[in-house]
């Protein structure tokens, strides 16, 4: 068994590459990750500290180099482990990034068929952040970076990874800063402004520090920052991705667009003149604060404050497309459950960490989207660091709204995992004459027509049950004693559920219906087991005045056919006129025995 001592070296061929950047090698069971190697090479490790779960390395000599090995151009590099990949060349970088994000969403998200766009390369591979974060060192106030495994200070004169004018300011602040532990610099590359915090009392700092906030530029359009606000750190690289946004969602002027976690209100801004109208919402203060300076000359942008989850929960907006751009550990399930409810016919989701996008699309893909693209962009150049655009369309058919108040039938489209919205119709339930198969489609048509009638996509839903005896049509009793009649002549004895259920597109009006019978007997309960259900108030929303489903009361003694179509809604049929109209409902799983089909029609 192979002990790892610090200082211990290791001769290893290096297999694959880990999360953080480092390659990666199994030493008896035990994943070591290694500092400045390139998958396949043969080298010789020293290992670092070992860990529980793991073992950190670095690389002392190359004895067999990959071809896509190259010379660091920063002489802190290994020192400082900021950078990860200055010993790789670029086009590989860019390679490296493309194969994280398609391994995150095939493991993280057994997502397998989608193809992952080669990564688009950063604008400047050196040079391009405008935010920096030094700590102090203990001798005369120098600057410089930890080093992530051994926790070593290491000073430093310039960051190559920094714009020009930092690494100059990095330079006159030198021995200047002894008063605080950490230095932030940002500086606008576009604008001139920069902020430096904290105030820094030293007279032989040569210029302000202590700002607040300071100016970025954007495509021309000025955005105010403050101190502890995000902004991207790659500027024209965000420019790009901008652009890929309008082109992703297919913006064309007249949608109502919303940009989620908001931040300074970045992407509402700059997308803001290609959308109709944009709700950015966030939840820090102090953002929302900058995004209302910097959204002052878009008179069609408005913003909410809350969580994500919360507002888009109760969002009565009719959305065209969202953008979701997330922190780090990705989207509350509230907040993608809420995406799925507004379904706006696209979604796309900016994310800086594959494995909470993985997990994410995952989620939103079982829902009722399907992926469109997946772009990875390289916002972090010499950097494990991947940023990637994830577009999503709405499945055909989608989205999908249920016309009615019916808790069982919510239950039983819920349990399936079919995504819908709920929207109550309204009007009477009276039953017309004529045979029940007939009135039931009518009355479900009706429903769906009248609530489709309000939208302008997706489908709708809408069923009615009744209770036949015999030649009568029971239908929901008018009250108590009616229920109570009613339980009365089904005791002991057979009858049949029938329910209708029409399927209507809210563009083109279209529809379809169909009808499913199923048989139920039922027990001899007693007066008073009936007389307790009917007190209980739940025996007034259903035709017949029973719920089969009902744990106590349990009035059946046993039901032939779809058992769903006793309880509101027949699954089976639904999905089958759902399927007919259009919509892909193909990972919906049918119970045992809810199968069959027995008619339907469409107009």
């Given at each position: 068994?192979?002990?790892f001592?610090?200082?211990?070296r290791?001769?290893?061929?290096?297999?694959?590459?880990?999360?953080?950047?480092?390659?990666?090698?199994?030493?008896?069971?035990?994943?070591?990750?290694?500092?400045?190697?390139?998958?396949?090479?043969?080298?010789?490790?020293?290992?670092?500290?070992?860990?529980r779960?793991?073992?950190?390395?670095?690389?002392?000599?190359?004895?067999?180099?990959?071809?896509?090995?190259?010379?660091?151009?920063?002489?802190?590099?290994?020192?400082?482990?900021?950078?990860?990949?200055?010993h790789?060349?670029?086009?590989?970088?860019?390679?490296?990034?493309?194969?994280?994000?398609?391994?995150?969403?095939?493991?993280?998200?057994?997502?397998?068929?989608?193809?992952v766009?080669?990564?688009?390369?950063?604008?400047?591979?050196?040079?391009?952040?405008?935010?920096?974060?030094?700590?102090?060192?203990?001798?005369?106030?120098?600057?410089?970076?930890?080093?992530?495994?051994?926790?070593?200070?290491?000073?430093?004169?310039?960051?190559?990874?920094?714009?020009?004018?930092?690494?100059?300011?990095?330079?006159?602040?030198?021995?200047?800063?002894?008063?605080?532990?950490?230095?932030a610099?940002?500086?606008?590359?576009?604008?001139?402004?920069?902020?430096?915090?904290?105030?820094?009392?030293?007279p032989?700092v040569?210029?302000?520090?202590?700002?607040?906030?300071?100016?970025?530029?954007?495509?021309?359009?000025?955005?105010?920052?403050?101190?502890?606000?995000?902004?991207?750190?790659?500027?024209p690289?965000?420019?790009?991705m901008?652009?890929?946004?309008?082109?992703?969602l297919?913006?064309?002027?007249?949608?109502?667009?919303v940009?989620?976690?908001?931040?300074?209100?970045?992407?509402?801004?700059?997308?803001?003149?290609f959308?109709?109208?944009?709700?950015?919402?966030?939840?820090?203060?102090?953002?929302?604060?900058?995004?209302?300076e910097?959204?002052?000359?878009?008179?069609?942008?408005?913003?909410?404050?809350?969580?994500?989850?919360n507002?888009?929960?109760?969002?009565?907006e009719?959305?065209?497309?969202?953008?979701?751009?997330?922190?780090?550990?990705?989207?509350?399930?509230?907040?993608?459950?809420?995406?799925a409810?507004?379904?706006?016919r696209?979604?796309?989701?900016?994310?800086?960490?594959?494995?909470t996008?993985?997990?994410?699309?995952?989620?939103?893909?079982?829902?009722?989207?399907?992926?469109?693209?997946?772009?990875?962009?390289?916002?972090f150049?010499?950097?494990?660091?991947?940023?990637?655009?994830?577009?999503?369309?709405?499945?055909?058919?989608?989205?999908?709204?249920?016309?009615?108040?019916?808790?069982?039938?919510?239950?039983i489209?819920?349990?399936?995992?079919?995504?819908?919205?709920?929207?109550?119709?309204?009007?009477?339930?009276?039953?017309?004459?004529?045979?029940?198969?007939?009135?039931?489609?009518?009355?479900?048509?009706?429903?769906?027509t009248?609530?489709?009638?309000?939208?302008?996509?997706?489908l709708?839903?809408?069923g009615?049950?009744?209770?036949?005896?015999?030649?009568?049509?029971?239908?929901?009793?008018?009250?108590?004693?009616?229920?109570?009649?009613?339980?009365?002549?089904?005791?002991?004895?057979?009858?049949?559920?029938?329910?209708?259920?029409?399927?209507?597109?809210?563009?083109t009006?279209?529809?379809?219906?169909?009808?499913?019978?199923?048989?139920?007997?039922?027990?001899?309960?007693?007066?008073k087991?009936?007389?307790?259900?009917?007190?209980?108030?739940?025996?007034?929303?259903?035709?017949?005045?029973?719920?089969?489903?009902?744990?106590?009361?349990?009035?059946?003694?046993?039901?032939?056919?779809?058992?769903?179509?006793?309880?509101?809604?027949?699954?089976?049929?639904?999905?089958?006129?759902l399927?007919?109209?259009?919509?892909?409902?193909?990972?919906?799983?049918?119970?045992?025995?809810?199968?069959?089909?027995?008619?339907?029609?469409?107009?």
């Open positions: 068994m192979t002990t001592e610090r200082g211990r290791l001769q290893v061929v290096l297999e694959g590459m880990g999360r953080l950047g480092e390659a990666m090698v199994e030493v008896d069971g035990k994943p070591v990750f290694v500092f400045g190697g390139i998958p396949g090479e043969e080298v010789e490790l020293e290992v670092i500290r070992e860990h779960h793991y073992v950190a390395a670095k690389v002392v000599k190359v004895d067999s180099a990959s071809s896509f090995r190259i010379e660091p151009e920063c002489k802190y590099f290994g020192l400082c482990t900021g950078c990860q990949w200055q790789i060349g670029y086009q590989h970088q860019l390679e490296l990034k493309r194969l994280a994000v398609e391994d995150a969403l095939r493991r993280v998200g057994g997502i397998l068929e989608v193809q766009l080669p990564t688009l390369p950063s604008p400047n591979q050196l040079g391009y952040r405008n935010h920096a974060r030094f700590t102090v060192g203990r001798r005369e106030g120098v600057l410089g970076f930890v080093n992530r495994e051994t926790r070593r200070f290491i000073e430093i004169d310039e960051c190559l990874l920094m714009a020009p004018w930092i690494n100059e300011a990095l330079g006159k602040l030198k021995g200047h800063c002894s008063e605080t532990s950490q230095v610099i940002r500086y606008g590359s576009q604008s001139g402004d920069w902020l430096i915090q904290p105030t820094l009392s030293d032989g040569p210029f302000p520090t202590g700002q607040k906030n300071y100016l970025e530029m954007v495509r021309g359009v000025d955005f105010k920052v403050s101190s502890p606000a995000f902004f991207q750190v790659n500027i690289q965000l420019e790009r901008v652009d890929l946004l309008r082109d992703a297919s913006l064309s002027g007249d949608e109502t667009l940009d989620a976690y908001a931040g300074v209100g970045t992407f509402a801004s700059l997308l803001a003149p959308a109709g109208k944009v709700i950015a919402i966030e939840e820090s203060a102090a953002a929302i604060s900058d995004a209302y910097n959204i002052a000359l878009r008179d069609n942008v408005s913003i909410m404050k809350g969580k994500t989850e507002v888009l929960t109760d969002l009565q009719m959305v065209d497309c969202i953008v979701l751009d997330p922190p780090r550990s990705g989207c509350q399930l509230e907040a993608l459950s809420a995406v409810k507004l379904a706006p696209k979604v796309a989701y900016v994310s800086c960490d594959p494995q996008l993985a997990r994410d699309l995952k989620i939103l893909t079982q829902g009722p989207y399907q992926i469109e693209s997946v772009q990875p962009l390289d916002m150049p010499q950097t494990h660091h991947v940023e990637c655009l994830a577009t999503l369309r709405l499945k055909t058919g989608h989205p999908i709204t249920l016309a009615s108040s019916s808790p069982r039938r919510i239950d489209l819920n349990d399936a995992g079919i995504p819908f919205n709920v929207i109550w119709p309204e009007g009477d339930e009276d039953l017309p004459g004529g045979r029940p198969e007939d009135h039931v489609q009518i009355l479900a048509l009706n429903k769906a009248q609530v489709a009638a309000t939208l302008n996509r997706g709708v839903i809408a009615d049950t009744v209770v036949v005896d015999g030649s009568t049509v029971l239908g929901k009793p008018a009250d108590q004693e009616a229920a109570l009649s009613m339980l009365a002549g089904l005791r002991g004895k057979l009858h049949h559920v029938i329910t209708g259920v029409a399927v209507v597109d809210a563009t009006m279209e529809s379809t219906t169909g009808v499913k019978t199923s048989w139920v007997r039922m027990r001899n309960y007693t007066d087991e009936a007389r307790t259900f009917v007190e209980s108030g739940e025996a007034l929303d259903k035709a017949g005045a029973y719920a089969v489903q009902d744990e106590l009361f349990h009035p059946a003694e046993y039901v032939e056919g779809c058992y769903f179509n006793v309880v509101g809604l027949p699954l089976c049929l639904t999905v089958d006129l399927r007919q109209m259009g919509a892909d409902v193909s990972e919906v799983t049918l119970p045992q025995g809810c199968t069959v089909v027995e008619s339907r029609g469409q107009s």
